[in-house]
Structure formats: C-alpha cells, structure tokens
C-alpha cells in the first residue's frame, strides 16, 4: 500500500482570503482548517483538497507548481478568465509566447495559474482542474509514481506524468532547466499513510524511494517533514 496524496498547500498571507478566491472559482466547499488554515474539498473527480496556510513571508518568485485549468471551447476559456479576473486574478507574464492558447493568470497573491485553450489532447480527458503542472525532473516523476502508486502517463524527453488509477488531474513535470529560487518554499503536498498503517514504515518506504527527512523530531508530531530527490518539501501525516 502507498501513501495517499491528501492536500495540496499553499502559504498564504491572508489564507480565507486566497480560499475564498479559489473555492469560487472551482466550486469546492471551503471549510475551516484545525491548524489555522483554510482547506477547500473538491466537488468533482479531483482526489486530494486545497489547503492555505498563514505565513509572513511575501511571495517573491514563481511558485514550483501551478494549475491548468481545462476550456471546451472559446468562450469557455474566455469566461474562465474573465470570472478569475472578476474574483481578484490578473493577466501575468512569464514568458509565454503569443502563439501559444494558453492565458496565464495570477491569483490574488500572486499564484500563478493557466487557463489551457480548447482542444488541448493532454488534458482532452481531464475535468476543468486539468493537471498540477510541477517544476522538476524525470527522476522526480518516478519518484512521485511510486510513492503515491500513480502509474506514469507521460515520459518522454525528460517530462513526465503521472495520474491517479480513479482519473482526477494529471500531476507533471517539465524537466530540466530546473528553477532557482525559493518558490518551493511556500507550496507543499501532505501524504496521508495507509490507513490502518505503520507512518514510521511509510516514512521508511519514501527514505529508500529517495527521499530525504529534514526534521530531527523522532516523536509522534502531527506530521513528518520530508523533501523528494529534487528538494521540495512535502509531510507525512499522522494517520487520523
């Protein structure tokens, strides 16, 4: 049994705030969260939740990780911009080229996320959050397959892509050149162990996957921080 992939984190100067900009404009249900936060569930196929964490720190360089969300048709993919851009988003650039269909869109905080052109053959079997389009190498693709059990849907090229055995989106990465900077800083994923399970066995299992452990506490704390082969941090949950 693998871990389960539970949250997806974001740090966020004003967690209700941000919350409230991504609950409307996925749908999910916001809910509150027992460490502070803010946590949004999903109403569709998507298999893990949202959660926005308080931080200090202003976000300084481009997040790790980002979200594609899905259009099937024009003005579908114009009407997700213009309701992003109703809630508190804004049109960014990050080098994208005019050619390319894709809108790239910043969240109240300075989020990146894209708003994919209809037609995309990737994502033609996804639902409107379409992948979590990551920073990282190949060798992180493999790892991120084998601990959560996701089989690979894409490698080539030194991309890859993996993708929940129940649907949902597609988790990518796009391969070297890597980013520099501390973006990673402020995103996270939270592993939930099997459940009836062993965490100290799961934490094992990852360490021989090739993760590393970045905390010193051996005692039962609510989670155990953690980085995959290419240094981003992600925590073992205690299992509820």
């Known amino acids: 049994m693998t871990s389960q992939l539970f949250a997806v984190c974001l740090h966020a100067r004003q967690p209700l705030r941000l919350g409230r900009f991504w609950s409307e404009l996925l749908e999910w249900e916001l809910v509150d969260d027992p460490h502070d936060g803010v946590t949004l569930l999903p109403t569709d196929d998507t298999g ?20 594609d969300l899905t259009s099937s048709s024009p003005q579908d993919q114009q009407r997700t911009v213009a309701r992003s851009l109703r809630l508190g988003a804004q049109h960014i650039d990050i080098g994208q080229r005019p050619e390319e269909g894709h809108v790239v869109l910043a969240d109240p905080e300075g989020n990146e996320f894209c708003v994919i052109e209809p037609g995309n053959k990737f994502l033609a079997d996804c639902g409107f959050v379409g992948a979590l389009a990551c920073d990282g190498s190949r060798e992180v693709g493999y790892f991120w397959s084998a601990a959560l059990g996701w089989p690979l849907v894409w490698d080539q090229d030194q991309e890859t892509a993996i993708r929940s055995p129940h649907g949902g989106p597609k988790i990518t990465w796009g391969g070297p050149p890597l980013m520099s900077g501390d973006g990673r800083e402020r995103v996270h994923f939270d592993l939930a162990p099997p459940v009836p399970g ?13 993760a590393t452990r970045i905390d010193t506490d051996r005692g039962e704390a609510a989670r155990v921080a953690m980085a995959d082969p290419d240094g981003n941090g992600f925590c073992v949950l205690t299992p509820r």
Do not use: I
């Open 48 to 67: 893990f939740r949202l959660r926005f964490l308080p931080t200090e720190r202003e976000k300084a360089t481009q997040n790790p990780m980002h979200f």
């Open 198 to 210: 062993d965490r100290q066995a799961e934490v094992d299992r990852l360490l021989t996957l090739g």
